[in-house]
């Protein structure tokens, strides 16, 4: 039955994470782990067309074309970069841009170290954010005549479900041309090239072109556009280097929110720096294989299952914290060996086993608390029951001296009787009587001590202190002896046998406390004061309670009392000590 319920429980936790139900979680603890800013590379230099270049030059449309040839042509002349990217869209003829288009072609095809970028036309509705870029697709290609002297790469943003990239293209498939390699691949490579290296190998992709990027920064060393171009920048900072223009300013549509910070956009031009410098690093971990991390799951989930519920807590608290913790130091592990597992599944799905098992194994030892509790207050007084509960000290061994009042009380004539009637009955007849004795304490807030036989002990005063605790006791004892009238009556009807209480009842000083060792111990109380309750109790007649002069003192006019004078002679006690009868109670209490 465990079984099944493990495996029926494992196989909910895998439904729901193969579901996407943890994706938005999952992506963000994974970027926490897995993304982290590193140092940048010297060789990457970004000039950003910033607010400062918008505010002196207008809008980008007036004059990009114009003014992004006398920069390229500025840096050519002074100190010749490795390569220059232009991350804009040079589409299309204008008549307006006629002569500054002419002057650009004339610019790049001079040096032949610029690539220029191109876009696809997204005109579809995909519900798969990944498998859309598995189409062919329209494409926006740099003019006819920018298209022949310059290298191209596409600068398509692959965002995920949840809106944040983590993925780059290496390719995307265009009508025409067939396959068109990202815009950072063709820098990267072209600045190989320029630098006499061979590049090191593109990241192994699927047929949508698409890998994991490993982000190093969220902006690179940049410079204005306006700078450059009124000629403020030093030339060696640019120098042998891949210089990227792009937008750098809100508002022209090129930011983007990353992995490496969800909270703050990442322009365009930065993510291509990037993937540049991921292109130099060689470092491209792969997701694992989402159906095996599945099968994963759900044996980590099965085994979790049956264990946690058959092991003590201490043991499952260990386990869970090795897993809990080693799942995100292995996650680690494999990262830096280019593997990337999801880091939520597994820790997730063994916290919410561990928080089941807590929740099962405190709803299990509540239950059998309550039926221990339930058992025990069978022969334990609810007042000790709590003080048991509530309080630590209360298990330890060892007693106090304190006033009490104790109360003995015998069945006369039980012995005859057990001796004649079946066993059967005279057990049904013992339980009446000790019914009978209980229901007494208890009404008068009494401390049931112990049943020896078919005798019964109770005190009162302890373990709390009590108002008028003589007063209390002897009223239990009234009790007890005016309801074995009515079952005397009732033996004699069906058994032809009568029995009677003896009670006796003393107050003194008493060790109180937990008398034992620490595996078995009673609550109860020893001394003299105990010794003379049963010794009184002893002596008193079927139907009859006898007092010390000590209870009779504190009853005062409350009860009415005979004095047996020396007429008693309890044992262990020296002549002198007197004995009284208890004979009535006034049924309210004197001011």
């Not at 290609?141 to 596409?154: I, K, R």
């Not at 060696?236 to 549509?253: C, H, N, T």
């Not at 609550?523 to 309750?533: F, H, R």
Request: proline share 4%; hydrophobic share 45%; charged share 20%.
């Amino acid at each position: 039955m465990k079984i099944i319920q493990a495996l029926l429980i494992a196989a909910l936790i895998t439904a729901l994470v193969a579901a996407g139900l943890l994706d938005d979680f999952d992506y963000r603890v994974s970027d926490w782990l897995y993304q982290k800013q590193g140092a940048i590379t010297s060789d990457i230099v970004v000039v950003g067309v910033d607010s400062k270049t918008i505010s002196k030059l207008g809008s980008v449309s007036s004059w990009i074309r114009r003014d992004i040839a006398k920069v390229i042509d500025y840096m050519n002349t002074n100190a010749p970069p490795a390569v220059i990217g232009m991350d804009f869209l040079f589409t299309g003829k204008n008549p307006d841009t006629a002569e500054f288009d002419k002057k650009l072609v004339e610019v790049v095809a001079k040096y032949g170290n610029v690539v220029v970028a191109s876009a696809v036309i997204d005109d579809g509705d995909f519900d798969d954010p990944h498998a859309m870029w598995s189409e062919t697709w329209q494409w926006d290609s740099p003019f006819p005549a920018l298209a022949q002297v310059a290298d191209t790469g596409h600068i398509c943003e692959p965002s995920d479900a949840d809106g944040i990239i983590r993925h780059q293209l290496l390719f995307v498939n265009v009508e025409e041309r067939g396959r068109l390699n990202s815009f950072a691949r063709v820098l990267y490579e072209k600045f190989c090239q320029a630098k006499g290296i061979a590049p090191n190998p593109p990241p192994t992709t699927e047929s949508n072109g698409l890998y994991y990027l490993p982000f190093t920064a969220k902006s690179y060393a940049d410079i204005s556009f306006v700078d450059l171009l009124e000629g403020k920048i030093d030339a060696e900072v640019y120098r042998d280097k891949i210089v990227l223009i792009g937008a750098l300013a809100p508002g022209m549509g090129e930011d983007f929110f990353t992995a490496l910070d969800r909270s703050a956009p990442v322009y365009g031009v930065n993510i291509h720096a990037n993937a540049i410098q991921a292109f130099q690093k060689n470092f491209f971990p792969r997701e694992a294989e989402q159906s095996l991390q599945l099968i994963i799951l759900f044996i980590v989930s099965f085994m979790a299952g049956l264990f946690f519920r058959a092991w003590k807590m201490q043991k499952v608290l260990i386990a869970w914290l090795i897993i809990f913790f080693g799942w995100f130091g292995l996650c680690k592990i494999f990262y830096s060996n280019e593997i990337i597992l999801h880091v939520v599944w597994i820790p997730l799905a063994v916290s919410i086993l561990f928080i089941g098992s807590v929740a099962i194994n405190y709803t299990r030892a509540r239950a059998e608390k309550d039926k221990v509790i339930s058992t025990f207050e069978r022969y334990v007084d609810p007042t000790i029951m709590n003080q048991l509960l509530s309080s630590d000290e209360a298990l330890d061994v060892g007693g106090t001296l304190r006033n009490i009042a104790v109360l003995f009380v015998d069945i006369r004539g039980f012995t005859t009787m057990s001796e004649r009637l079946p066993a059967p009955e005279v057990v049904e007849i013992l339980n009446k009587y000790l019914t009978l004795t209980t229901e007494c304490v208890r009404r008068h807030h009494g401390t049931l001590d112990k049943f020896v036989g078919d005798c019964t002990m109770a005190f009162w005063n302890a373990p709390l202190t009590q108002e008028k605790p003589v007063l209390l006791a002897c009223r239990a004892a009234m009790d007890m002896i005016n309801g074995s009238e009515k079952l005397r009556a009732e033996l004699k009807k069906t058994y032809g046998c009568e029995v009677a209480f003896g009670v006796g009842v003393h107050w003194g000083s008493a060790v109180v406390g937990n008398i034992g060792s620490p595996f078995r111990m009673d609550y109860t109380a020893i001394g003299d004061t105990v010794n003379t309750a049963a010794r009184l109790e002893a002596n008193a007649p079927g139907g009859k309670i006898f007092i010390s002069r000590a209870v009779a003192d504190i009853l005062g006019s409350q009860a009415a009392v005979t004095s047996l004078g020396n007429k008693v002679k309890l044992k262990g006690k020296k002549d002198g000590f007197e004995v009284l009868t208890l004979d009535a109670l006034k049924e309210t209490e004197e001011a």
